[in-house]
Structures are given as C-alpha cells and as structure tokens.
C-alpha cells in the first residue's frame, strides 16, 4: 500500500507539491504566531514581576496586561507604610499604548518616583540623570539600541506628545520607557492615582502574614505575590486565547480546502485507473485506504516543512527585529494534529467518490 500511495504521489509531483505547501501553511500560522505571541507576552510578564518587593498592591484587573487604569489612590503607600513587616513602598503608574514605528505589539510606559524604585529594585542609572521635569524620560538599554537613541533624543509618546530622553537605566524591568509618577499623572490628568504599589517587606518578614494583614486592614484591594505573577501570560489576555483559537481554525481550514481540491481534482483524473484497479478485485474500502494514505503523507510531508519553515522564520525574525518568541510543545502538537486531521478530513469525499466508480462505465466510456 505505501508503495502504491508514493507512487501516486509521484505521478503528478506539481499538484502533490502545492498541496503540501498548503497544509505546511497552515502549520506555519498556528506555531509561528502562537510562538510569537507567548514570547512576546510572557517577555512581558516576566519583566513585569523583576522586582526585589515581594507584594503588589493593587485594585482587581489593574495588573492585566492590557490594563492601563491608573485607579489605585496614592493615599495607600502611607497606610501600607504602617503595616506590621512592611520595610518600604513605592507607587507605579503604567500606561499601554500600540507600539511605535511599525514594530508589532504594545508599548507599556511606567511612572515612577526613580529613587525609591531604584532602591527597592537594584536598578541603577548607567547614563545621564532621573527624569525631573514632565518632558522627560530614561530608557533600558534595549530600547536605546532599537530606537537608535542618544541622551537628549526626543521621542514621542501618548500620541504626539514629545519627551526628552535624560537617562539610560538598568537591569530592564517593568517598562522599558519610565517617567516620573508626577508627570504621568498630569498626561493622564489623574492626580493622586497609580496602577498598582510595590510593597518591600522586612528581612524575615513571612509574605503570607504580612499579604493576610494587608488584606484585613485595606479590604476591597488586591494583593499580588510577586512570586505568582510571572504564570502564562495568555491566561490574563483573554483576547489572546481568542485570536490564537481563531489562527488554529484558519490552519484546519486551510489544511483541509487545499487537501480536498488537490485528492478531488485527483479523483477526477484518475478515473480509468481506479476503474481499472475496481475491475482487478479491488475493494470499495482498498481505494479510500489508497485516497486517504496519500492525504496522510501529503500531511505528513506538510507538517515537516512548516515546522522547517516556522523554526526557521522565527530565528530570522527574532535576529532582525529582536522579538522574543516561545515555542508551545502543546500548540505544536496542535498544529501536527489539524495538518494531519485536516488533511485526513480534506480527502474523506474524494475517497468516497473515488471507491463508488463503477468500473463497467468507465472502462465503457474509456
């Protein structure tokens, strides 16, 4: 039998090419963009939660990745101040914008008072100074380099709002792009508000007691571990699961329509030899098996070059345009599973016209 699949895959080398490349599209769709998108938000995620502070006090749904709320009153940092094991705090406001220049994703911006961040956090500024007037702002080195900025550069934030750049910090966390609190207030017109407060315990401290006081003197707020923020980031973009649902339908569509044309037109050319192989004793349930083996190894050969061309294409993209991307054994065995599946499906009504020919009549009109 696999001889005789191979052989008919041989037959018409041109077809058999172009229906592989479609099923190695849809392949390509659901590993690169699922890989691109959970590298790029759990990147996020994890840079998010780069704090020495071991809770982050917050109000529900402030810390989603797509949230920009600055709802959290700064009146708390002094409240949380006087909680028993509390070392220090320092106020953030986050803001999240559609990435500049082209590039594909999000910008997140951080407003922070520089000094306590930088203290609590191990961070240090490398060039320049901290940001001081509402114009200005320090970058990572990361973004430096991407941006092709020097100290002094402009850039423009919160639409066409221009912002000097002062300093260069690191280790990169949070935000790439930090202002101060003040002046993100102001751009924001909300005074006296952040996004969320980070809470540095005393040496010794135990996080759970010090998290259950918090929660009893501030009721109605949210407390963060920061040891439990750096999870799957897809499981806190509720859209993202969405979009990556639909790419997997788009890959099975795919997969199956090239599939289904290919193994029909097929059928439809091969009517003399199916009539011939019916004619020699073969069964009904011999020619879906052959129908349906060649749409298996079209699969097959399919899920190799996409994932080739996935692999391949991911290490192209992340050199030029520095995108972090995170391969899922999950959603690759997702993708093996629609090609295949897809392709099987795809040729299950050719199979089916191909096995009722009746050989008389074609050998009749042959």
Do not use: H
Request: with cysteine.
């Amino acid at each position: 039998m696999l001889e005789l699949v191979l052989a008919n895959l041989k037959v018409r080398p041109f077809r058999t090419l172009i229906s592989v490349i479609g099923v190695a599209l849809g392949v390509v769709l659901v590993v690169l963009f699922t890989g691109l998108a959970r590298g790029m938000t759990n990147e996020m995620a994890k840079r998010a939660a780069n704090w020495k502070a071991e809770i982050v006090f917050t109000r529900a749904g402030s810390m989603d990745l797509t949230s920009s709320n600055l709802n959290v009153s700064t009146a708390y940092v002094e409240k949380l101040n006087q909680i028993d094991g509390v070392e220090s705090t320092v106020a953030v406001g986050r803001y999240i914008t559609p990435s500049t220049k082209g590039r594909f994703g999000i910008q997140q911006l951080d407003g922070v008072d520089w000094q306590p961040f930088a203290a609590m956090n191990g961070m240090q500024l490398v060039e320049g100074r901290e940001p001081k007037a509402n114009d200005e702002v320090i970058l990572d080195q990361r973004q430096m380099t991407d941006d092709k900025l020097k100290l002094g550069d402009s850039i423009d934030l919160f639409g066409n709002k221009k912002y000097k750049v002062v300093g260069v910090f690191t280790p990169p966390s949070g935000s790439r792009i930090k202002m101060s609190l003040a002046a993100m207030q102001d751009v924001l017109e909300q005074p006296g508000k952040c996004t969320y407060i980070l809470v540095k315990l005393r040496n010794g401290a135990d996080v759970d007691a010090v998290a259950a006081r918090i929660n009893e003197a501030l009721p109605g707020n949210k407390v963060n571990l920061t040891r439990d923020l750096v999870i799957d980031a897809q499981e806190r973009i509720p859209a993202l699961n969405t979009f990556l649902k639909i790419l997997v339908g788009l890959g099975a569509f795919v997969s199956t329509i090239f599939v289904l044309l290919s193994m029909y037109t097929t059928v439809t050319e091969r009517r003399k030899e199916i009539g011939i192989l019916k004619s020699l004793g073969a069964s009904k349930a011999f020619i879906i098996r052959a129908i349906e083996g060649e749409a298996f190894m079209i699969g097959v050969f399919g899920v190799i070059l996409g994932l080739i061309v996935a692999f391949a294409a991911s290490f192209g993209i992340g050199r030029a345009f520095e995108l972090a991307f995170e391969f899922s054994s999950g959603w690759v065995g997702t993708a093996i599973f629609i090609a295949i599946g897809g392709s099987l499906f795809g040729a299950l009504y050719p199979a089916w016209r191909a096995s009722a020919i009746d050989p008389v009549e074609v050998m009749a009109n042959e």
